[in-house]
């Protein structure tokens, strides 16, 4: 049964810096590796979807990573704004059932 | 284009009653999914719909049901309201679904059961 796993639960950043969340995956069969963002009060917003067979995708200062042997995916976002704060999730979509698994999500606070 | 529409955004009911929660997609796309949210349990998959029919289907128990219409509107429907039930309902909308490509969130309908 696949579990999907991120820490830390919460992260207190200055602007500015640039921050690795964690994804962590214990069934390597998955179809896909998906991050999101919610807002508070908000429905989510997709980030970054990463086929099976690829090793990373990038969409302006985000950058998400995934190595399939480690049972790993990082989201890096680089240059940090206030704005990025938000709650990340991320999900691994199984390669049989085809539903998505959630991680319970890291909360990041960005400091002005 | 307009995104995923969900009604009504905020309920309160008892336990025991029922309620049918609504979501209109993104124009064009004709896979609907169904989550709840909890802070407990996180995000938990309900069911997918597409073109009218159940393509798949998460844990849940029987009391929640859903159905899709020609137009790809969808609605969540649940009996016997339990304290539990008590979550953000989100349902996300794709063109084909699976999970394989992007899927557009709305802002969820949150249910209150007391």
């Known amino acids: 049964k696949q579990e999907v796993t991120q820490i830390p639960a919460a992260l207190s950043v200055p602007e500015g810096e640039n921050l690795v969340l964690n994804c962590s995956f214990t069934d390597s069969a998955i179809y896909n590796l998906q991050w999101f963002r919610q807002d508070p009060g908000k429905g989510l917003t997709s980030l970054l979807l990463?086929?099976?067979s690829q090793r990373e995708q990038t969409s302006g200062r985000l950058n998400a990573s995934l190595d399939k042997s480690s049972g790993r995916s990082t989201l890096y976002i680089a240059a940090s704004q206030p704005g990025d704060s938000a709650t990340y999730l991320c999900?691994?979509?199984?390669?049989?059932?085809?539903?998505?698994?959630w991680g319970a999500g890291t909360k990041l606070i960005i400091k002005p | 284009k307009a995104g995923v529409t969900q009604t009504p955004r905020y309920l309160i009911k008892t336990r025991g009653q029922q309620v049918t929660l609504s979501c209109s997609p993104i124009?064009?796309?004709?896979?609907v999914s169904w989550y709840q949210q909890t802070p407990g349990q996180g995000l938990q998959f309900l069911f997918e719909?597409?073109?009218?029919?159940?393509?798949n289907k998460g844990n849940f128990p029987g009391r929640f049901s859903g159905r899709q219409f020609s137009n790809s509107r969808s609605e969540m429907n649940v009996s016997t309201l339990e304290l539990g039930d008590s979550a953000l309902y989100l349902c996300?909308?794709?063109?084909?679904?699976?999970?394989?490509?992007?899927?557009?969130f709305g802002p969820g309908t949150r249910l209150l059961v007391l």
């Open positions: 999900a691994a979509l199984g390669d049989s059932n085809y539903q998505l698994i």
């Open positions: 990463i086929q099976s």
């Open positions: 719909y597409f073109s009218e029919t159940q393509r």
């Open positions: 124009s064009g796309h004709r896979s």
């Open positions: 996300p909308s794709s063109l084909a679904g699976g999970g394989q490509e992007t899927q557009y």
